[in-house]
């Protein structure tokens, strides 16, 4: 049957060929060619008449013919042909001599080969009509064109395949998703051979095309990626715009439905149990527990929470963002002793909420996680768990200082033994009764030496010396006043000789080696052997300085270059406290702005009784002056054989009133 609508085609195409021929024949005025009338032409008459030309119809030729015998063209013919056989016609150009053969006497034109417009869809070729003696052109060249007419032999084809689209679970109806397009190699200005319909083979109940357009449009809304996340829709493209006899072509497009975070996290299981040791440090992972989510991707993503108050204080819970399972931890230290068991409340929730579909539901699940706290021999534990101890630096040895306690967390009233780490005290400056935990002096303490020690007290199990914990124990040295207060340095001042009576010399401050806990206060006066001086005075300024002054009008080196004074220092206690430090003034030259110049060398003292150091200073002075006067010359007398010393009258003499 087939055959037979394929013969009955051929002769309906062959039918309308004649028709052409025949419609060819009747016009017989003819169509000049391109190349025909063209000014200058020696066919044209002085009036501008035709004299001869070219005769035919436009040619066409159906494609696809598979006829035996050649098919018929057409036909060329000029008006100057009297049918005697002399001119004899040719062609020239696209095909001419191999797809296009002429018949020489009578022009008719005929196709040798098959033809495919698809492929090339004209032929442009050239007319010449020669004298058949002398092969000279009896009309100048004119150019025609063989048209290929179509016949609806190709099927539209998707050229874009594979095609793949997407669309988001639970999208409206009519949501688009993707569009397809078929392509037609026919002739699209040529009846309805190009145009394409669409339509759905497989795949109707869940979308639909376009017929005109090609766009894949969703037909249900209840998409659910869960259920299925990916179809293959059949579309098919119908040329002939879709009537009967039309050819077709399909292609398969793949459809990924998309996730949309519609599904809560949901606890596979309502209750979790683990166990650890009480000795777990803080940080220590005990278990993980997940919660399921049927969506993909970041709709997956979760956060855990830990609810109740109890496991808040006890543990904590992070998220593994690899995994999305809820790592719970120590977060305080186990007790097994206080509590075996904890209950935990963990929450689970997603990251990333579609407010579109909140109200399908709370997206949020909660579980019961028991964690059983398992019991270990654990070491003595200090209490209470205070490191700050103190004693008087004038404690006597064997003095206690504190007591330390450590408990059995495992036995009630189990014996405890103490030691000192000896690497901490290594001078044996404290000891500790190894029963009770009192800790004493063990030698003599002196806070300005140290005013801190820290050792490190030992507690452990009578019966197991390898259950053994420490504890870190400073010990604060309190301060006794056992040192006086002495001058900051050994102070030398200068006066000039035209100095005015209430000038200031020089502040005086001191430092103390204790260090009471109402802090320093300290008083200044003259030593008694310099009450009854007339040259300085000392003020007492009341924030642990004083200040000396001037007393007199003028001084004279010459009589006096050095003066001595004594000053006394004591400490607010308890006990007072009190020493003795010497002022050096020296007497100078100095210029009319104040400016020093000179000063001589030579020391006196203040008093009768001076100290070691003031004495030894003074006769090194002395010692000196009385080199220098005997290199030139001096009249003083060397000492005596046997005298080691000059009489105390000449070297020293009180300044504390005017020489008399």
Request: net charge negative; glycine share 8%.
């Amino acid at each position: 049957m087939a055959k037979g609508l394929q013969d009955f085609s051929w002769t309906m195409l062959l039918l309308f060929c004649a028709i052409q021929e025949l419609g060819a024949w009747a016009m017989h005025t003819a169509v000049e060619g391109p190349g025909l009338g063209q000014p200058g032409d020696p066919a044209l008459l002085a009036g501008g008449r035709v004299k001869r030309g070219w005769v035919w119809n436009q040619f066409f030729v159906v494609e696809e013919y598979t006829g035996t015998e050649p098919l018929y063209v057409g036909k060329i013919h000029s008006d100057s042909d009297e049918g005697d056989g002399s001119i004899k016609y040719t062609i020239s150009g696209e095909g001419a001599g191999t797809i296009f053969l002429i018949d020489e006497i009578t022009g008719d034109i005929h196709a040798t080969e098959r033809l495919d417009r698809e492929q090339k869809t004209f032929y442009t070729l050239r007319a010449q009509a020669r004298d058949r003696q002398t092969d000279q052109l009896l009309e100048p060249e004119s150019e025609f064109i063989i048209k290929v007419q179509d016949i609806n032999d190709s099927e539209p084809r998707f050229l874009e395949g594979p095609y793949i689209g997407s669309v988001a679970e639970l999208s409206p109806i009519g949501t688009s998703v993707m569009q397809v397009m078929a392509s037609d190699a026919d002739d699209p200005t040529y009846g309805s051979s190009a145009r394409v319909v669409y339509s759905v083979l497989e795949g109707e109940q869940h979308f639909t095309v376009d017929s005109k357009t090609g766009v894949i449009r969703t037909a249900v809304a209840d998409l659910d990626r869960e259920t299925q996340d990916r179809y293959e829709v059949v579309i098919r493209a119908t040329d002939m715009a879709g009537q009967l006899g039309g050819l077709s072509g399909s292609t398969t497009v793949t459809i990924v439905v998309t996730d949309v975070n519609d599904n809560p996290p949901r606890f596979p299981q309502k209750m979790y149990q683990f166990s650890i040791v009480e000795t777990a440090p803080v940080g220590t992972a005990i278990g993980r527990v997940k919660a399921e989510d049927s969506d993909v991707g970041e709709n997956t993503d979760m956060t855990y929470q830990v609810k109740d108050e109890e496991g808040v204080e006890m543990f904590k819970v992070t998220t593994d963002s690899n995994t999305q399972e809820a790592v719970i931890t120590v977060q305080k230290p186990l007790d097994y002793e206080s509590k075996k068991v904890h209950t935990v409340v963990v929450e689970a929730l997603n990251k990333f909420v579609d407010p579109r579909f909140v109200d399908l539901g709370t997206f949020r699940d909660q579980t019961i996680v028991r964690v059983s706290v398992l019991d270990v021999d654990e070491p003595p534990e200090f209490r209470p768990p205070s490191n700050l101890m103190e004693v008087q630096e004038d404690a006597h040895i064997g003095s206690v200082v504190g007591v330390v306690t450590a408990l059995d967390p495992d036995t009630v009233n189990h014996p405890v033994r103490y030691a000192i780490d000896r690497s901490t005290d290594a001078e044996r400056i404290f000891d500790i009764d190894a029963n009770t935990g009192a800790i004493v002096t063990g030698k003599v303490l002196d806070r300005e030496t140290a005013g801190w020690h820290n050792i490190t007290v030992l507690a452990m199990e009578a019966d197991n010396h390898s259950q053994v914990s420490r504890t870190s124990l400073r010990i604060r040295i309190l301060d006794v006043n056992d040192n006086p207060p002495e001058l900051a340095t050994p102070y030398e001042a200068a006066v000039c000789e035209d100095a005015k009576p209430g000038q200031l010399i020089q502040t005086i401050s001191v430092v103390d080696r204790d260090e009471p806990q109402s802090g320093h206060r300290f008083y200044f006066t003259l030593a008694s052997e310099a009450t009854n001086n007339h040259h300085f005075s000392l003020l007492d300024i009341k924030d642990n300085t004083a200040a000396v002054h001037t007393q007199r009008m003028g001084f004279n080196r010459q009589e006096q270059d050095v003066y001595l004074l004594p000053i006394l220092v004591v400490d607010s206690g308890p006990p007072a406290l009190s020493s003795t430090g010497t002022l050096t003034i020296r007497v100078c030259g100095c210029d009319s702005n104040g400016a020093i110049q000179s000063c001589n060398s030579t020391a006196y003292v203040v008093s009768a009784t001076l100290s070691p150091g003031a004495l030894i200073a003074l006769l090194v002075c002395v010692l000196i002056l009385v080199v220098t006067l005997h290199g030139k010359g001096s009249s003083w007398s060397a000492l005596e054989p046997g005298q080691t010393s000059l009489p105390a009258s000449d070297t020293a003499q009180l300044l504390l009133d005017e020489p008399g």
